[in-house]
């Protein structure tokens, strides 16, 4: 883990001073506003199937909302988080 990303094991987020918060959350966007403008005309990341690089960002993408983050304005996102769900084998993980 990036030592950087972590104080004690605490998510910056939670350890940060209030005033760094709103600059901490805008760069947490940041990739998802990426992701968002790639899938406008694309179902899949790479190659026009599911693949790797979809688990990959599936990973941390699909648990936005345990980090208060609200996903709504993503809709391209969102609709790519449901195909990623419904994959045949695709197992949650637990929390």
Known sequence: MNPS???EGRSPLRSA???????LRSRCRDPWG?????L??????VGGRYGIAD?????YTHCAGDGGFDLAVFPH???????????????PMLR
């Not at 688990?55 to 990973?59: E, H």
């Not at 969102?78 to 994959?87: D, E, G």
Request: aromatic residues 10%.
């Open 77 to 91: 996102l969102r609709a790519w988080l449901a195909r990623v769900r419904a994959q045949p084998g695709h197992t």
């Open 5 to 7: 990303m972590t104080v």
């Open 55 to 59: 688990i990959a960002l599936y990973a």
């Open 17 to 23: 001073p209030a005033a760094a918060l709103p600059d």
């Open 40 to 45: 406008a005309d694309r179902q899949w990341f």
């Open 34 to 38: 990426v992701m968002e403008k790639h």
